[in-house]
Nanobody, 113 residues
């Protein structure tokens, strides 16, 4: 059974940084691409970043490119999202995703002064 458990969300001031983590189990982590999504209040869920199975390729939404970095540690079955230069528009619930197979429960990120 696929399980994805996110952590690392919280309250941060504009310009600050957070690192989200997602620990995966129930599947062969190192064989699968992983994604981060986010959903702000009243908005549709948005794909933020994708990383290939070995981490050799990453893609980003235009809104976060240059500020966010997705990475993974296959030895720890963990995918990360480093978020820098956060702004109010980054406030959302962030979800870890195994494409076509599963979602985490989400972690809240709130950017506020």
């Amino acid at each position: 059974q696929v399980q994805l458990v996110e952590s690392g969300g919280g309250l941060v001031q504009p310009g600050g940084s957070l690192r989200l983590s997602c620990v995966a189990s129930g599947f062969t982590f190192s064989s699968n691409a992983m994604r981060w999504y986010r959903q702000a209040p009243g908005k549709e869920r948005e794909l933020v970043a994708t990383i290939t199975s070995r981490g050799g390729s990453t893609t980003y939404a235009d809104s976060v490119r240059g500020r966010f970095t997705i990475s993974r540690d296959n030895a720890k079955n963990t995918v990360y999202l480093q978020m820098n230069s956060l702004n109010f528009e980054d406030t959302a619930v962030y979800y870890c995703n195994l494409p076509f197979r599963g979602w985490g429960q989400g972690t809240q990120v709130t950017v506020s002064s």
